[in-house]
């Protein structure tokens, strides 16, 4: 996968995004998001920040909050929610989709993560149609378990399967899972399954677990007490 692929991945996501907040209600811009303690607004703002801001706005917003990025992001989502209408959020995503922004030692991968993240966290809690599930792949696969020990998730010995793109991370017992719930799963915004019955896994195999099996919660709405990034950040790094 080449830069330009992940760009074009990139600009591709944030116009179907702004597509997706085009139809918002008011109440549906006001409804509560995955992330804990923002609205889909928040969350707007949250994606927009960057296009809006310098570096010398951002260092010293960053001063300000004693250099705790997760502290600085959840004063500048609440304060740019607050004085930005829904239609000044929507063209500021819309007037950006080629921005070249890319997050501090992200790359364009860290891009593409940011905005497909948090683009589950605006769509899932609305139940609304998410990127396209080879575009999540994407992200799983150039991350492998990277997310996992930034948001501090624990697969304890299970490997999840993408059951709709080729994809997977973990190790140990297959569980196959839609990519976009895996990747929820990885940032720590879907609890991991509890273990079900035994089944056969695509290659006739015991011991795979599958969505519809009793015991897969379909809980999106981030866990608070989980020790990750209390925001959703979501600045990973390209892989070495």
């Not at 609305?126 to 020990?149: H, M, Y």
């Not at 709709?164 to 799963?185: N, Q, V």
Request: hydrophobic residues 35%; glycine residues 10%; aromatic residues 4%.
């Amino acid at each position: 996968m080449t830069a330009e692929d992940l760009t074009a991945h990139t600009h591709a996501e944030r116009g179907r995004l702004a597509g997706v907040l085009s139809s918002l209600s008011e109440d549906q811009w006001a409804a509560p998001s995955l992330c804990a303690g923002w609205r889909i607004r928040e969350v707007v703002a949250h994606i927009t920040m960057p296009y809006r801001i310098g570096t010398a706005t951002f260092l010293l917003g960053l001063a300000r909050s004693r250099f705790n990025f997760n502290r600085y992001a959840d004063r500048a989502a609440r304060a740019d929610a607050a004085r930005l209408t829904d239609a000044e959020l929507l063209e500021s995503l819309r007037a950006n989709t080629h921005h070249p922004w890319r997050p501090p030692g992200g790359g364009q991968l860290g891009a593409l993560s940011h905005d497909v993240i948090h683009g589950l966290d605006i769509t899932e809690p609305l139940r609304l149609p998410s990127c396209p599930p080879e575009r999540i792949a994407l992200v799983l696969r150039q991350t492998g378990s990277q997310p996992l020990g930034y948001f501090g998730v624990d697969l304890a010995g299970r490997q999840l399967i993408a059951s709709d793109a080729g994809a997977s991370i973990g190790e140990g017992i297959p569980t196959y899972l839609p990519a976009k719930e895996i990747l929820l799963i990885a940032t720590g915004r879907l609890p991991l399954p509890a273990p079900g019955p035994c089944d056969a896994d695509q290659d006739g195999q015991a011991g795979a677990h599958r969505p519809d099996q009793p015991g897969h919660r379909d809980e999106r709405r981030r866990d608070p007490s989980r020790p990750a990034q209390p925001h959703g950040t979501t600045d990973l790094q390209e892989p070495s």
